[in-house]
């Protein structure tokens, strides 16, 4: 869907009628005749305006990464605290989402345009909305709006229940966005008002992904529900056990999870059923995947999967087929193994780690576990920066990855460093195409009724 303005002016006149749909918790977005209003719909533009990039979570960027010879372009301090990747939004700004819900968005000379002061105990994880409206819900029960041209929150609406710090909310095509809390989804218009809500059997323990006219929630068994708005949610499938960081959604409607430390899994969410694309014979799949369209194929599987792997004694980016057959597995990381009192090898353990990030061409922009950040090229050469950017501390260091402006993404560190990292050379812009089906919301929004205000 194209992005458009859309300037709604009344004369006060009332649209009288419902639908005759049992939406019950469905609601209309809400109008004030008094005033004209413009609504800015469409897909969430920029190059990363929720975790993951998309509402699939491919991790697909839609610009190209680094080339050649990385560098540092600039790296601040931002004195705030941080637990979630930056967001890139339309007017070129990264928007840095602090533990206490104030926002910093800084132009990509690292100049610091604009910061909304909130200060509220805890946030979770923020989406950006196709108007710029940075969500995400406090530890309080309510779900905050900010804008950069306002020091004021745009809105501040009351949903109550727990924050979920692990299921990003997901930004939809007319505006609005989906909310997780522990126990329930809910749907908001462009200015806060409820639209939507449904109570869920398990917690969401990932990122929202969108899929035709459902929201789908993996939970914290493993469990795929989905979710059209006005309806109960649906059991889909199930990965069996617990996903590691996140899913992402393939064309063909297959999602793509590690689970158990070793197996890239994959969800069929037409057929229920579930198969494992790859093993980790030797070490660790680290999730969550980044996938993108390989060559064409008659598989029904036709999206090419990237991860890290981990072995006692060194980290790797690998790339896996649509058959589950490595591409390429390129070293970006060494260790010293460690030993047991006894000589003897202790269990590999999964430390704290960031997904990866493609683009159209494969190339891959990488976090390794000991902090290093690099680029694997197309071609299969690794590059990384010569100096460790976060600093470690109880967490990683490395909170996420952000594609920001042709042949650049950001590093967003924990302790409040943020880093826009540049190649050798900057390519023109090849734009990923949009994944279909991302968040329509002709399917994806419930049913209004013929109303106009409240």
Same mark, same amino acid.
């Given at each position: 869907m194209k992005r458009a303005a859309i300037a709604l002016v009344?004369?006060?006149?009332?649209?009288?009628?419902? =639908?005759?749909?049992? &939406?019950?918790?469905?609601?209309?977005?809400?109008?004030?005749? $008094?005033?004209?209003?413009v609504l800015v719909v469409g897909a969430p533009p920029g190059a990363s305006?929720?975790?993951?990039?998309?509402?699939?979570?491919?991790g697909l960027s839609k610009t190209t990464l680094p080339s050649g010879t990385l560098r540092v372009a600039w790296q601040k301090t931002t004195g705030l605290t941080i637990d979630q990747p930056a967001l890139s939004g339309a007017d070129g700004t990264l928007a840095v989402v602090s533990v206490r819900g104030d926002v910093s968005f800084l132009d990509d000379e690292g100049e610091e345009r604009a910061t909304v002061k909130v200060g509220v105990a805890q946030v979770g994880p923020a989406a950006m909305t196709s108007d710029g409206t940075v969500v995400y819900m406090t530890s309080g029960g309510d779900v905050i709006g900010v804008r950069r041209s306002s020091a004021q929150p745009r809105f501040l609406t009351r949903i109550g229940g727990e924050r979920n710090v692990r299921a990003a909310p997901l930004a939809l095509d007319d505006g609005g966005v989906v909310v997780a809390?522990?126990?329930?989804?809910?749907?908001?218009?462009?200015?806060?008002?409820?639209?939507?809500?449904?109570? =869920?059997?398990?917690?969401?323990?990932?990122?929202?992904?969108?899929?035709?006219?459902k929201v789908l929630a993996v939970t914290t068994s493993g469990a795929v529900l989905g979710w059209t708005p006005g309806r109960e949610p649906v059991r889909l499938g199930s990965f069996g056990a617990p996903i590691d960081g996140g899913a992402a959604l393939a064309d063909g409607g297959t999602l793509l999870a590690v689970i158990e430390g070793n197996h890239l899994a994959e969800v069929d969410i037409t057929r229920g059923g579930r198969s494992t694309r790859s093993i980790a014979t030797q070490g660790l799949y680290?999730?969550?995947?980044?996938?993108?369209?390989?060559?064409?194929?008659?598989?029904?599987?036709?999206?090419?999967?990237?991860?890290?792997?981990?072995?006692?004694? $060194?980290?790797?980016?690998?790339? &896996?087929?649509?058959?589950?057959?490595? =591409?390429?597995?390129?070293?970006?990381?060494?260790?010293?193994?460690?030993?047991?009192?006894?000589?003897?090898?202790?269990? &590999?353990?999964?430390?704290?780690?960031?997904?990866?990030?493609?683009?159209?061409?494969?190339?891959?922009a990488f976090a390794a576990t000991d902090g290093r950040v690099g680029v694997v090229g197309p071609e299969g050469a690794v590059d990384?920066?010569?100096?460790?950017?976060?600093?470690?501390?109880?967490?990683?260091?490395?909170?996420? =990855?952000?594609?920001?402006?042709?042949?650049?993404?950001?590093?967003?560190?924990?302790?409040?460093?943020?880093? $826009?990292?540049?190649?050798?050379?900057?390519? $023109?812009?090849?734009?990923?195409?949009?994944?279909?089906g991302s968040a329509d919301p002709s399917r994806l929004r419930p049913a209004p009724r013929d109303s106009v205000g409240d």
């Open positions: 009344t004369l006060g006149v009332a649209i009288g009628g419902a =639908l005759t749909a049992p &939406l019950h918790d469905a609601e209309a977005q809400r109008i004030d005749p $008094r005033r004209p209003r305006p929720m975790q993951r990039i998309d509402a699939r979570r491919t809390t522990t126990t329930d989804l809910v749907v908001l218009d462009s200015e806060g008002n409820v639209r939507a809500r449904v109570s =869920l059997p398990e917690m969401p323990a990932a990122p929202l992904i969108a899929a035709g006219d680290l999730g969550p995947p980044a996938i993108r369209s390989g060559r064409a194929t008659a598989q029904a599987r036709a999206s090419v999967a990237t991860l890290l792997a981990l072995t006692p004694s $060194r980290g790797f980016v690998v790339t &896996l087929d649509p058959g589950g057959q490595e =591409l390429f597995r390129a070293p970006i990381a060494a260790f010293t193994p460690a030993a047991l009192p006894d000589g003897g090898a202790p269990p &590999l353990v999964a430390p704290p780690h960031t997904g990866p990030i493609v683009d159209a061409r494969g190339a891959i990384t920066i010569g100096e460790v950017l976060c600093a470690k501390g109880a967490r990683s260091g490395v909170v996420g =990855l952000t594609p920001f402006g042709n042949g650049a993404f950001a590093v967003t560190c924990d302790g409040g460093v943020v880093a $826009r990292i540049t190649g050798a050379s900057v390519e $023109r812009s090849r734009p990923a195409p949009q994944p279909p």
